[in-house]
């Protein structure tokens, strides 16, 4: 029976640990915003949590966007005027927080935009205060299980952050190699241009002088 209690308390807190490294509350995404246009996201959030949000612009001419993060209630927390990147974190209360992305200063110009979302504390905790009174009731067990909970969570955040830095860093090189692509095409259009020019001028040069010789023997005749 004692064999059985410490199975039963192994495989609630394996539950527990699987479960904690499968809810992720991290999220981005990536979108073009035409010129000329305001696009707005919302993100429901509880009391007592954090959001975190941070954004770059990928592509487009300048490489920036007006950003304004507002309050259920309508106020607004943080904005940003023709930046390219930005990170901004705040307390939440209950309700829904509303994510804006301005490019209407641009008039021909779209932008391609990406932003993460990082909530936390958004878990009531109750399922794990479940299984740890379980466990604390059974006191047959010498390893000290609110230990590798801590560990267990600790591992969770790190992994979590290396995913965030991860992302951010494939952002950064995605804007990286726009900007390089864009600078490509620019040098060779004007390479093509300073090309063709020359050419029209070694022709124009090449004609006058010419003309400059026949005449010079029509008259001789």
């Known amino acids: 029976m004692d064999v059985f209690r410490v199975f039963v308390a192994f495989l609630s807190l394996c539950v527990s640990a699987i479960s904690a490294f499968s809810q992720s509350l991290d999220s981005d995404f990536t979108f073009t915003l035409p010129a000329g246009r305001k696009e707005c996201f919302y993100q429901s959030m509880k009391k007592d949590a954090s959001l975190e949000i941070e954004y770059q612009v990928l592509d487009g001419a300048s490489l920036d966007v007006d950003f304004q993060l507002h309050a259920p209630n309508g106020h607004i927390l943080a904005s940003d005027y023709r930046k390219s990147d930005g990170v901004h ?15 209407t200063f641009s008039a021909i110009s779209e932008k391609i935009i990406f932003f993460e979302l990082i909530l936390d504390n958004m878990d009531d905790g109750q399922e794990s205060e479940d299984w740890k009174a379980y466990v604390q009731g059974t006191d047959l067990l010498d390893m000290k299980l609110e230990d590798i909970m801590d560990t267990i969570n600790s591992v969770k955040a790190r992994l979590g952050k290396s995913l965030q830095i991860q992302t951010v860093l494939r952002a ?5 190699r726009n900007l390089q692509e864009s600078n490509y095409e620019r040098v060779n ?9 020359m050419v029209i001028v070694s022709g124009i040069q090449v004609y006058l002088l010419r003309s400059l010789f026949e005449d010079k023997k029509k008259t001789r005749t």
């Open 189 to 197: 259009m004007w390479s093509c241009t300073n090309l063709v020019l």
């Open 89 to 103: 974190t705040v307390e939440t209360e209950e309700g829904d927080y509303m994510i804006c992305f301005d490019n």
């Open 172 to 176: 950064f090189e995605s804007r990286d």
